[in-house]
């Protein structure tokens, strides 16, 4: 199969609570626990040629709680784990700022998506995000990108809520990161 005309197509990812259990602040590597099946999904994105982009609010860098070179130990570790499925991920997107500095980066702003599509000359409408937050999905809608809602946090209800209170749309509600892998991967190959 020709993958190399997917190299327009992003899969942005969210990390904490979408590819990793969300307990709070991950300020050490050794706190990044992935859920089940993540690295042979994420590599299943790879063979299908997309970007796969992670965007992800990092606050506790502006809290002073975490310094950038530990979040690059963070995702050192990250890059490790997914390596062992032979899965990685193609570049990081990170907003340092605490939600009062009222910065454009942090999601639900949607300016880490549009430097992506710049960096990688992205079509951002057949581009996906995975995220399990309103945040996430509000940035999405907002880059128009369709996104796609995994149910695997505390916080996956209530973007559900603010989608049906029509907030923003989801392209598809998936109960973990494999499942939302399998319907982008079964969108992706229907194109061809
Ligand atoms: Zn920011």
New binding site residues.
Partial sequence: MDTSRRKNIAVFLDRDGTLNQDSGYVTVPEQLILFSGVPEALARLNQLGVQVILVTNQSAIGRGWLTTEGLQRIHQRLADLLRVQGGSIDDVFF???RPD?G????KPEAAMITQAAERYSLDLSQSFFVGDKSSDLDAAHRAGVPGVLVMTSDYSEAALKARDEGQFSIAHVAQTFVHAVDWIESELLGRC
């Fill in positions: 907003c340092p700022h500095e910065c454009a980066c942090r």
